[in-house]
């Protein structure tokens, strides 16, 4: 499936949930589908979109988080695997968009052909972690894991297409770092603490 058919699917984890997007494609994509001020779009920090998540999930147990992080910028920092695993945030469900490559820096190949992501996850503590690659299997994936029996942490590990040479890209985050801050901060003003 294309990103953006795995961002409609999705919906169910999109709103009204925190939601912090990985930087490149994924946040641009995500800003293009279904932008929202409770989503944080990542504008660099390759890697970090799952510490975030983990943070604000902490901070705020009663907010439900979704992170949607890639699968290269997964592989940058692995470690975030086990560190959202040993705090076992009920709400959070962590989306791996894996497209085989680096789409944002001209497609250069990831390993995640080699390394099992959703076995990965299992084996850091996540509660779940499911492997998908068709729209129906996620979209009912996603209604269950945003339902409020669902137990985080969540894994699920999306097979999309990488980009095709010559595909237009959504636009750049049209906001600027400090008003993505704020937009976002003030959308969390409205959750309870």
């Known amino acids: 499936m294309r990103l953006q058919e795995a ?6 984890l999109l709103a009204p949930r925190a939601v912090v997007a990985a930087n490149g494609h994924i946040s641009r994509a995500l800003q293009a589908v279904a932008d929202a001020p409770t989503h944080f779009y990542m504008i660099g920090s390759m890697g970090l979109a799952s510490s975030i ?3 604000l999930a902490l901070a705020r ?20 695997l086990a560190s959202v695993a040993a705090a076992a945030p009920r709400r959070l469900v962590h989306v791996v968009l894996d497209n085989g490559v680096y789409g944002s820096t001209g497609s250069q190949r990831t390993i995640s052909d080699r390394v099992d992501l ?25 209604e269950v894991l945003s339902g409020p029996d669902a137990a985080g942490p969540a894994m699920l590990v999306v ?14 985050v049209a906001l600027g770092p400090r008003a993505l801050r704020d937009r976002f901060r003030a ?4 959750w309870e603490s």
Not at 7 to 12: A, D, G, T, V
Not at 122 to 133: E, F, I, N, P
Request: no cysteine; charged share 15%; proline share 12%.
């Open 118 to 142: 959703a076995a990965l996850a299992v084996a850091a503590g996540y509660r779940s972690s499911t492997r998908l690659a068709t729209p129906r299997a996620l979209r009912n994936q996603a």
């Open 159 to 172: 097979e999309v297409e990488p980009p095709v040479p010559g595909e237009v890209v959504p636009p750049r």
């Open 53 to 55: 998540g983990l943070g």
């Open 7 to 12: 961002l409609e699917s999705l919906r169910p």
């Open 61 to 80: 147990p009663s907010l439900p988080v979704t992170v949607l992080d890639g699968d290269g910028n997964l592989l940058m920092n692995l470690g975030a």
């Open 187 to 190: 959308s969390l003003g409205a």
